[in-house]
């Protein structure tokens, strides 16, 4: 840094000290505010700036161990243990406890008895075959022994004549004419068939007026009863829609022919039908 000797902005007073850069920069002007005042502070605040940065980043990096003073660790480690000779002692030799024999069980006597074997030709000595007093009092064997002491023998069972069988006899009570089925072994039918049915109901089936105002549409599910001659009665409405379509189905299930009677067992039966007829705007 060169220092010059200025003169003085208010006399012609020679100065007493040597003026720096910043005396220079504002000679002649207000230095008691401003920028000079920041230029005069601007070294020692950033050597404060530096100083104290510096000690923030030296006490980071010691806070593991001003950490481990304050608590330290308390894992514990195992002293080294050293084992002796260990001395691996054999066991005696037990003398081997052999468990006493148990008598044999008494044999039983047998006759020797011919033996069944196909041959080419039958041999000169054909053994007897024994005779059944013979195996009143022994068995049949390959050889003819005596018996050593009493065998127990299994005696036959009784002969019975085996289980009673009791049979029941299945009522079938027949159908009467009020009985009325809900499943049968062949549904009654419309005449002429499904295809029939749906034509019938398209030709006489009318739209109510009140039901087309307010754009009612859906399924009525009309529940009736086919008779034994094909008639059609006990006519409900089993789920409806409304708006005059119920009175519409009943009306035009009146109007349909006889049915084909259903039938159980070969002969015809009263059976509830479910119907359902749409209602639907084109």
């Given at each position: 840094?060169?220092?010059?000797?200025?003169?003085?902005?208010?006399?012609?007073?020679?100065?007493?000290?040597?003026?720096?850069f910043d005396d220079?920069?504002?000679?002649?002007?207000?230095?008691?505010?401003?920028?000079?005042a920041l230029r005069?502070?601007?070294?020692?605040?950033?050597?404060?700036?530096?100083?104290?940065?510096?000690?923030?980043?030296?006490?980071?990096?010691?806070?593991?161990?001003?950490?481990?003073?304050?608590?330290?660790?308390?894992?514990?480690?195992?002293?080294?243990?050293?084992?002796?000779?260990?001395?691996?002692?054999?066991?005696?030799?037990?003398?081997?406890?052999?468990?006493?024999?148990?008598?044999?069980?008494?044999?039983?006597?047998?006759?020797?008895?011919?033996?069944?074997?196909?041959?080419?030709?039958?041999?000169?000595?054909?053994?007897?075959?024994?005779?059944?007093?013979?195996?009143?009092?022994?068995?049949?064997?390959?050889?003819?022994?005596?018996?050593?002491?009493?065998?127990?023998?299994?005696?036959?069972?009784?002969?019975?004549?085996?289980?009673?069988?009791?049979?029941?006899?299945?009522?079938?009570?027949?159908?009467?004419?009020?009985?009325?089925?809900?499943?049968?072994?062949?549904?009654?039918?419309?005449?002429?068939?499904?295809?029939?049915?749906?034509?019938?109901?398209?030709?006489?089936?009318?739209?109510?007026?009140?039901?087309?105002?307010?754009?009612?549409?859906?399924?009525v599910f009309v529940?009736?009863?086919?008779?034994?001659?094909?008639?059609?009665?006990?006519?409900?409405?089993?789920?409806?829609?409304?708006?005059?379509?119920?009175?519409?189905?009943?009306?035009?299930?009146?109007?349909?022919?006889?049915?084909?009677?259903?039938?159980?067992?070969?002969?015809?039966?009263?059976?509830?039908?479910?119907?359902?007829?749409?209602?639907?705007?084109?």
């Amino acid at each position: 840094m060169h220092f010059l000797a200025v003169r003085h902005p208010f006399g012609n007073q020679t100065p007493s000290i040597m003026a720096n850069f910043d005396d220079i920069l504002f000679a002649g002007r207000p230095q008691a505010y401003g920028a000079y005042a920041l230029r005069q502070a601007y070294r020692p605040t950033l050597s404060r700036a530096v100083l104290i940065g510096s000690l923030l980043f030296l006490g980071t990096l010691q806070l593991p161990r001003l950490y481990a003073l304050v608590k330290p660790d308390k894992t514990q480690f195992m002293d080294e243990v050293i084992l002796d000779d260990v001395k691996i002692e054999t066991p005696p030799n037990d003398p081997v406890v052999v468990p006493p024999q148990t008598q044999p069980a008494p044999a039983q006597a047998t006759v020797r008895n011919l033996v069944p074997d196909v041959v080419a030709d039958a041999p000169d000595d054909v053994p007897d075959v024994a005779t059944v007093d013979e195996l009143k009092e022994a068995t049949s064997g390959q050889t003819t022994q005596e018996g050593t002491g009493e065998v127990e023998f299994i005696e036959a069972p009784e002969a019975s004549n085996g289980p009673t069988v009791i049979e029941h006899a299945l009522e079938v009570t027949p159908p009467t004419k009020d009985d009325v089925f809900v499943s049968v072994e062949q549904e009654p039918q419309f005449p002429g068939g499904q295809a029939a049915l749906i034509g019938f109901l398209q030709k006489h089936l009318h739209y109510p007026a009140e039901a087309s105002r307010v754009n009612a549409q859906g399924k009525v599910f009309v529940n009736f009863t086919v008779n034994t001659d094909g008639s059609i009665v006990d006519a409900s409405i089993l789920k409806g829609l409304g708006f005059g379509t119920d009175e519409e189905a009943l009306r035009v299930l009146r109007l349909m022919p006889r049915w084909k009677p259903g039938r159980q067992g070969g002969r015809a039966v009263r059976v509830r039908y479910v119907l359902p007829i749409t209602f639907a705007l084109e």
